[in-house]
């Protein structure tokens, strides 16, 4: 679909690794784009950001007054010690973020971003309720757990209509992808552990459950994702339609695993008996990488702006199959698709190339 100058896309949550990505790609097909995020951390090129916290419902109003965005593609979430608090305050930011921009009017469409615990609970209660068989299709019906994926989506729904725009939600699973000062990325994650491990000259042990590592996994790469994200804004096929996205294909992280390790230069073993998260392996990582950086000249020391021990261990701790049907995705028309070796490792490039890691 083409666009001119006069389209205008607000993407919320800017900063994330997806919102990076998705904002890039509007502004490459000629979108008018605006962001928001809390704090202005990123430039990027061709977006106007705008710096406000979506808790503070005034603050919305004022930043959103005339801005008439024609779509909107939402990323942010905020994490909180409880899914009670995880509830309160991610219903909270869309609906200040819809009352926003209810004033103006002129939204056509939103998408929401979501994931896979939509399937698999919330992280209060991950993977011990009731699951659907993999791989996960959007006609699973909802745990009877209380769950913020579930409560954004009823905000949605509710504003759409209410304000008359037409939604979809996106539901992707672990995301690889390349971001400046996100930590939410387990290939970046990854990257750090194994040149940590050759650092000292200790093995890549996968830091998994064995269920993880022997089952069937997918994942979802980044710029396939913000593909997705476009499409249903785009396309009526996706008008108040809820989609999966993952690269479509499927593979085992003890296939994997040697893979990556080769890449790096290190030696592999796979998951010991007992769980070994990150985290426990990891203590004292932060002198090990700031060393590193000094000598090699990397543009970030702060291994803890980079590394993010518990969002990896949370994806590879699971104890079950996990994997998504892409099915529905494919019938409505978007037929894109990611190589997942091929991803890993271009992100890997490009984390090489911006100097983030050696």
């Not at 001119?4 to 997806?18: E, F, Y």
């Not at 702060?302 to 949370?314: G, I, N």
Request: one cysteine or more.
């Amino acid at each position: 679909m083409s666009t001119s100058s006069s389209q205008r896309a607000l993407v919320v949550g800017v900063t994330g690794i997806v919102g990076q990505t998705v904002a890039k790609q509007l502004v490459d097909q000629g979108w008018d784009v605006h962001g928001i995020s809390r704090r202005h951390t990123t430039d990027i090129a061709g977006v106007t950001q705008i710096s406000v916290d979506l808790l503070d419902a005034e603050a919305v109003k004022s930043a959103l007054a005339g801005l008439k965005p024609e779509i909107v593609i939402i990323t942010a979430w905020i994490r909180k010690n409880s899914e009670a608090e995880n509830i309160e305050v991610n219903t909270a930011t869309l609906r200040n973020l819809f009352a926003g921009l209810e004033a103006d009017g002129g939204v056509r469409h939103v998408a929401l971003l979501t994931g896979l615990k939509h399937y698999l609970g919330p992280f209060d209660d991950y993977a011990t309720g009731v699951m659907a068989e993999t791989p996960f299709h959007e006609s699973e019906p909802r745990l009877p757990n209380p769950n913020f994926y579930y409560s954004q989506e009823d905000e949605l729904f509710a504003a759409a209509e209410k304000q008359g725009f037409t939604w979809s939600v996106h539901r992707a699973h672990t995301v690889f992808g390349f971001a400046v000062d996100n930590a939410m990325n387990m290939v970046l994650t990854l990257s750090v552990y194994a040149t940590i491990c050759k650092e000292l000259g200790k093995p890549f042990i996968f830091p998994g459950s064995q269920e993880q590592w022997n089952g069937v996994i997918d994942v979802t790469d980044a710029d396939l994702l913000g593909e997705q994200l476009i499409w249903a804004c785009t396309h009526k096929e996706a008008e108040n339609e809820a989609f999966n996205i993952a690269n479509g294909d499927t593979f085992r992280w003890r296939w994997m695993w040697p893979q990556i390790a080769e890449h790096f230069g290190v030696e592999w073993e796979a998951p010991k008996p007992e769980f070994n998260p990150l985290e426990k392996q990891m203590v004292g990582a932060e002198e090990v990488w700031k060393t590193i950086a000094e000598r090699d000249g990397l543009a970030e020391s702060d291994v803890t702006k980079l590394a993010s021990w518990w969002h990896t261990d949370s994806d590879l701790g699971r104890q079950m199959e996990c994997f998504t049907d892409m099915n529905k995705s494919r019938e409505a028309g978007f037929l894109n698709f990611r190589n997942t070796p091929k991803s890993f490792f271009d992100k890997v490039a490009r984390y090489r190339a911006a100097n983030i890691i050696p």
